[in-house]
């Protein structure tokens, strides 16, 4: 059984390492997997679960197996609609067949309604087309914009 919670400041000596395999294992991202970044992941994930936006960790027999860091910058945008933009997601190998990252989506969803939110932006490597195809499917999601990149002095 998996089960599911907010991010805990008692979570990071078992978090940073999988948030360093999310940065290792990013297809197409730009954020290097060092240290400085894990840290500022860390830092900004659990600043959103403290307050209460879904930063989620999932647990499978009392082990950590995965996190999902959705959260709402406070920048000062003002925006049509009280949206979470997603940062990241990782399950260990070992267990992303066992529907943990399903269950992780399923509880945000649920906490991002009760929070008042209307919308969930963020990127999905269109190498990842089982997440893809399971935003779409299950949720009616659909992209709305594409990413591009431009290397200059190329």
């Not at 195809?133 to 659909?142: K, M, P, S, T, V």
Request: net charge negative; charged share 20%.
């Amino acid at each position: 059984m998996i089960e599911t919670r907010l991010w805990r400041s008692e979570d990071q000596a078992d978090l940073a390492p999988l948030l360093e395999c999310f940065l290792r294992e990013q297809v197409g991202g730009d954020l290097l997997p060092t240290a400085r970044n894990v840290e500022l992941l860390w830092q900004l994930g659990l600043g959103f679960a403290q307050q209460l936006d879904p930063c989620l960790v999932a647990f499978a027999e009392g082990q950590l197996v995965g996190y999902l860091e959705w959260g709402a910058p406070t920048v000062g945008f003002e925006c049509a609609l009280k949206t979470l933009h997603t940062f990241g997601a990782y399950v260990v190998p070992a267990q992303r067949h066992a529907r943990v990252a399903v269950a992780l989506r399923a509880e945000a969803l649920v906490r991002a309604v009760e929070l008042g939110y209307e919308r969930v932006v963020g990127p999905v490597g269109l190498q990842n087309e089982p997440g893809i195809q399971h935003f779409i499917h299950e949720y009616g999601a659909w992209p709305t914009t594409v990413q591009f990149e431009y290397r200059l002095g190329a």
